[in-house]
DNA sequence: GCTATTATAGATATATAGTATCCCTAATGG
DNA sequence: CCATTAGGGATACTATATATCTATAATAGC
């Protein structure tokens, strides 16, 4: 069980759009040289961003992709439902009712994390981000 | 993201001999059966078992596996490590160091998580198991 | 309008990991 | 000795993630 690397692509582009003039729309070439990637995979996977309602792309010239107005409410298990989806961690073929032990656990032992990650926002990150220089 | 199956064959295991008759060994036939998977591959699973110290083993008529002495204590953390390994869930091939704000996120949310597996012992599900007469 | 630029979408290829089976060997109880 | 059972290697199959290529659509600037 890994988070994917569209995933970990994901975060750092919207950590460093969040870095970045809020305004101006970057292109995916840039944002792809800097995460060594294929553009047109990246291009998928901000697709989904987009579609999402997380950032918003422009075409043509000086087109590009920027964050939306309500960036701030963003979270990081936003972000990861986004690009993987909120199917549930554990999964057996099954349902055998409230008896089962198991899935009790496993179900509140993701929803511990993913309350974690409900809580961390773009805005959160914001402020330290621009002092940090962020590396990529 | 998804557990694996083999991290579920493991914990229903684990849960049907918490379950059953503590001291008398049970075939891989007879577990495998009860949650239809092939015998061969559920032995794989259950040698990692073994080797992690959980469970252990007799080869021979009569033989199969059965919980060792320090049963109560093991967790569902001790479980799924013993199966999926113990990687970290968010790997970058770089390391930026404490600036690193992605990494600090996930790695607590990660965390979180396992915190709560690691105090969901067998001790715990122990009495409520025997009761409930669980359904696989 | 024309052209350069840029996002989007479909088709396709490749890599990796998970799932599963077969078969042989080793151990053990009767 | 024989029946039974776990362990391990080799192999096959599947699903998903990763990645690239190409074509299309939209848009800014001239
Ligand atoms: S016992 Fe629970 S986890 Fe297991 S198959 Fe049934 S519902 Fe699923
Ligand atoms: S910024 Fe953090 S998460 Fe991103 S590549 Fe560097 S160390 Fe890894």
Known sequence: MKFSKATNYALHTMLFLVAAAPDKHIG????????????????????????????????????????????????????IHAIEGTASLFDCDFNHGPDCLIQLVMVEAEDEMETYLKNKKMSDLARTVKLSKISL
Chains 1, 2 share one sequence.
Do not use: C, H
Request: no cysteine; glycine share 8%; charged share 25%.
């Open 28 to 79: 995916v070439q840039q944002l792809a040289e800097r995460q060594s990637v294929s553009p047109t995979y990246l291009s998928k996977i901000l697709t989904k961003l987009v579609k999402a309602g997380m950032i918003e792309s422009a075409s043509g010239a000086n087109g590009g992709y920027r964050l939306k107005r309500s960036w701030e409410d963003i979270s990081f298990l936003d972000i």
